[in-house]
């Protein structure tokens, strides 16, 4: 892994682009964190956030659907189908609990994430 | 609190980290810790209340802690990691499950009440005794009558003392008995306070100092301090209006409530006691399960006025209705609590005949005429819509069936049918759904989105889409991994922790022993937890995702196929083992569900299938709990349709009696693919059934006497999808792109180092959830 820093914020290459299913999600691994990746082909967007459910605490998120609610970017977990926003973490189904969202970028190929410690 | 931009924006000057410490009402200013001085026309103290904390000897040693704030719940759960027994004093609503934290936490549990009975405000003597008797089940120790005298130990805490002189070791005590008013700057400023504590207050939630008004749980009005967070909300309108020059006043609040205490529902509104009151009352008392009501009634027989419900308070809602709105009971009150027997019509007729001025959702203070009202003007058609427009229901959720009920009854009366949309990504349902798939031969759920739907899609959508691309085309699923649900995603079932159960295809129940001994083999090489289902076969647990290919791959080359267990689709034929063995079989039962599990098997539906053959009536593949079961007969086959285990089992109805077998397999064939044209996205067979106009007789006209001409069309299009089957998991074991998708990392190749087992019973299960 290398890191290249662009601005302030620090960029950690973390996969391929070609890795990620369009419209799906993929999990990587930095240091002992795990990060959910999404590639939103539909939207032509990315998000990363934490991999952890925070209902019931799994690792899972990678693995959940992606999609919209009235708009605003999502992914649900596959266990219990808890909706969190993409952009900003939020659950959407009203609960306290929330996530929490990376800095991502694409260039040449490659996916990078920010403010990793 | 609201973020800090709130009180900016409403012009709120909001000073944190200071508390007020000086009220000087001759210059109407406050003081504060710091020096700031700011002055006022009106005060309201709003200051809550602490934990009460009574001054038992022993009371400050180590290992007793109180339990209020969230870092008192920390204070508990670190203290608690070094202790095997916990003391909880006080047995009323915040003490018990004060008392479920302890438990939770693995302590041996005790809860020491001061009263005779368990939360003594809310329940009477019989009810109590129930919820003691269900909570004592869980095995927390419960004290009744106990006056602590002391708290013995050295330095930190090691027994009770009681008056009595009974003794209980413990490791540690949490303290529940109550609140305490936060009221010393009222006291120190000459505001007149209660024997016991708190601010008095008037109807108009004047302190003694008209310019001064307390509210909440420093409050104390008419000799009570209100612990609720709905009085609370109605104390504040009170004075908000006041403010507002309105002439508003607060009263006797009712203390209805309802809650889960330890997984048991307990309920108590209006006057739970009628000790003071000339009532007659009516009890139910069911000890084997745990049950106990009891309604009060105006002597009369008119009016409810108040009651208890322990164990089951499905009925609290209405009840809490019909007393708050002084609806006249009918002639049979007991049906309140019993339910309407004899097949009678429900008696209360529901919820429309509620008044408009009925509070429904207590949190945010919404009637029944707000919610008809707004369902009707706003075209709402969910509860979602409510929601969103009323408010109701985002409190603690518990009037969400009540919306429902209303929403269902407002639009029914309206005369609108309800909307069986199958999301906010598609205007249609998923009848019009499918025949779209295939007028238009559309194979990708991304096309239809495309040029049928709106937005990015989401996870109700895009499986109910993914299942019928499947039903109607056949192709590999995992040609579209996206809009699979997670089971179908990697063709197994995802359990706690994370890893993935596995079935292999075992048809009609029947085995060889290589085969047996071939599924032993794996499972003990890839240390998997086995379990025979209820589908006659083997399941397999605690597979990683990478790990998944590799079983496969070994089950395949053992002759196994992929079972379904994971899809929306054909699981099981179970069989009894009919006329070749058994000395009671009329047809051979067991040759004949290998035959059916072979042809549908991989067959996706709107819901998961199952199917049984017995040999004879007596029934021992239990056929007529099954989506379709067929039981042999001295001259053919029955084949019975649309039975049902789960949450509500149904008995299958008969479809057609003495067949022969390849009229049996004609109908089936009929009826499943007709099931899948036209059930609503996760309907199982008996709910289709409940739904259809015209029931079983509809349906057998349909199948048996084809009165739709369909009956070709459907037996043609079951064809294409018995001769297009291909297992799945064989494609993905000889396709390396496919392959590659199985791995919880895509930048390391190790597993999910956060998976977790422990040892139960010579196998393994996962760690809890969370642990």
């Given at each position: 892994m290398e890191a290249i820093s662009v601005e302030t914020i620090k960029w950690v290459m973390v996969a391929k682009e070609e890795d990620v299913p369009a419209n799906g999600g993929s999990c990587v691994m930095y240091k002992n964190e795990q990060i959910a990746i999404f590639n939103f082909k539909k939207r032509n967007e990315w998000y990363a956030t934490q991999?952890?459910?925070?209902?019931?605490?799994?690792?899972?998120?990678?693995r959940g659907m992606i999609g919209d609610k009235e708009c605003e970017p999502k992914v649900a977990c596959p266990?219990?189908?808890k909706n969190f926003s993409l952009?900003?973490?939020?659950?959407?189904?009203?609960?306290?609990y929330s996530i929490k969202t990376y800095p991502i970028k694409v260039e040449d190929g490659n996916v990078y994430i920010g403010g990793l410690e | 609190m609201a973020p800090a931009d709130w009180y900016k924006e409403n012009g709120i000057n909001l000073y944190l980290n200071d508390p007020v410490v000086k009220i000087d009402r001759e210059k109407k200013a406050v003081i504060s810790s710091k020096g700031q001085t700011v002055s006022y026309s009106k005060l309201v103290l709003a200051t809550g209340s602490s934990c009460f904390i009574p001054?038992?000897?022993?009371?400050?040693?180590?290992g007793v802690i109180a339990y209020r704030t969230i870092e008192d719940l920390d204070d508990i759960k670190s203290y608690a990691a070094k202790s095997k027994k916990g003391v909880v004093i006080g047995g009323g609503l915040l003490g018990l499950e004060a008392a479920k934290a302890l438990m939770d936490l693995g302590l041996e549990t005790h809860v020491v009440e001061f009263?005779?009975?368990?939360m003594p405000r809310q329940l009477d003597e019989k009810g109590a005794i129930m919820l003691k008797e269900k909570i004592e089940t869980l095995n927390i120790s419960i004290h009744l009558n106990k006056n602590t005298k002391s708290i013995e130990g050295e330095?930190?805490?090691a027994k009770m003392v009681f008056a009595d002189g009974s003794e209980l070791e413990t490791d540690m005590i949490v303290v529940s008995a109550g609140i305490k008013p936060r009221d010393e700057l009222a006291r120190e400023s000459g505001l007149e306070v209660g024997p016991r504590g708190g601010i008095v207050v008037n109807d108009l939630l004047q302190?003694?100092?008209?310019d001064v008004y307390s509210i909440g749980e420093s409050a104390l009005y008419k000799g009570m301090i209100y612990g609720l967070v709905a009085p609370g909300y109605e104390m504040a309108d009170v004075v908000a209006n006041s403010l507002a020059g309105g002439s508003k006043t607060f009263a006797p609040y009712d203390m209805s409530t309802k809650l889960k205490l330890i997984g048991v529902d307990v309920a108590s509104f209006g006057d739970?006691?009628?000790?003071?009151q000339e009532h007659q009352h009516i009890v139910f008392e069911d000890k084997t399960k745990g049950i106990y009501k009891r309604v009060n009634i105006s002597a009369c027989g008119n009016y409810l006025l108040g009651g208890v419900l322990v164990g089951?308070?499905?009925d609290y809602n209405m009840l809490l209705q019909t007393y708050k709105n002084a609806i006249i009971l009918p002639p049979t009150p007991e049906d309140l609590i019993l339910g309407p027997r004899s097949g009678a019509e429900s008696t209360g007729s529901g919820v429309l005949s509620l008044p408009d001025a009925a509070l429904i959702c207590s949190c945010e203070n919404v009637t029944k005429g707000d919610i008809c009202s707004a369902v009707t003007y706003n075209n709402l058609e969910d509860v979602a819509g409510i929601k969103k427009c009323?408010?109701?229901?985002?409190?603690?959720?518990?009037?969400v069936p009540m919306l429902n009920d209303l929403l269902t009854a407002t639009l029914k009366a309206s005369g609108k049918e309800v909307n069986k949309v199958l999301c906010e990504h598609f205007s249609y349902s998923r009848q019009e759904v499918l025949a779209i798939i295939k007028s238009t031969e559309i194979k990708t759920y991304d096309e239809l989105l495309m040029k049928y739907g709106n937005g990015d899609g989401c996870e109700v959508c895009k499986p109910a889409v993914a299942s019928m691309l499947a039903s109607t085309w056949?192709?590999?699923?995992?040609?579209?991994?996206?809009?699979?649900?997670t089971n179908d995603k990697y063709l197994a079932n995802i359990q706690k922790g994370g890893t993935y159960s596995v079935v292999p295809r075992i048809p009609g129940g029947e085995i060889t022993p290589e085969k047996l001994i071939a599924i032993g083999v794996i499972a003990k090489k890839y240390d998997l937890y086995c379990k025979i289902t209820g589908g006659q076969r083997i399941d397999l647990f605690g597979a990683r995702v990478d790990e998944l290919p590799l079983i496969w791959e070994e089950l395949i080359e053992a002759g196994f196929e992929s079972g379904?267990?994971?899809?929306?689709s054909l699981r099981t034929v179970k069989s009894c083992v009919g006329s070749t063995w058994c000395r009671?079989?009329?047809?051979?039962s067991v040759t004949f569900a290998i035959e059916i599990e072979e042809r549908y098997k991989g067959l996706r539906a709107p819901h998961k299938l199952k199917s049984a053959v017995s040999?004879?009536?007596?029934?021992c593949a239990e056929?007529?709990?099954?989506?379709f079961g067929i039981i042999a007969t001295d001259k053919g086959w029955n084949l019975y349709v649309c039975g049902n285990g789960g949450a509500k089992p149904q008995h299958a109805k008969l479809l057609?009696?003495?067949?022969?077998k390849e009229t049996c397999i004609k109908y089936i064939d009929r009826f499943l693919m007709f099931y899948i044209r036209t059930?609503?996205?996760?309907?199982r067979t008996s709910t289709w059934l409940n739904k259809l106009e015209g029931g079983i007789e509809y349906l057998k006209d349909v199948i048996v006497n084809d009165s739709l001409g369909l009956g070709e069309q459907l037996e043609k299009e079951m064809q294409y999808m018995v001769d297009t089957y291909k297992c799945e998991w064989k494609d993905v074991v000889e396709n390396p792109a496919k392959r590659k998708?199985?791995?919880?990392?895509i930048n390391s190749?190790?597993?999910?180092?956060t998976i977790k087992f422990q040892a139960m019973r010579d196998q393994k299960k996962p760690v809890e959830w969370g642990a």
């Open positions: 991999n952890m459910c925070p209902h019931k605490k799994q690792m899972i998120l990678s266990y219990h189908k952009k900003t973490g939020e659950n959407l189904n009203g609960e306290e | 001054s038992i000897p022993g009371i400050e040693k180590d009263a005779p009975k368990l330095g930190k805490v302190t003694s100092d008209p739970p006691f009628c000790t003071e089951d308070a499905k009323t408010k109701a229901g985002t409190g603690c959720g518990g009037c056949n192709d590999m699923i995992l040609n579209q991994d996206t809009i699979q649900d379904h267990a994971y899809g929306k009671f079989g009329l047809h051979d040999g004879c009536v007596r029934e056929a007529q709990g099954k989506d057609a009696s003495d067949i022969d059930a609503e996205p996760l309907n998708k199985f791995t919880h990392f190749p190790i597993a999910d180092p």
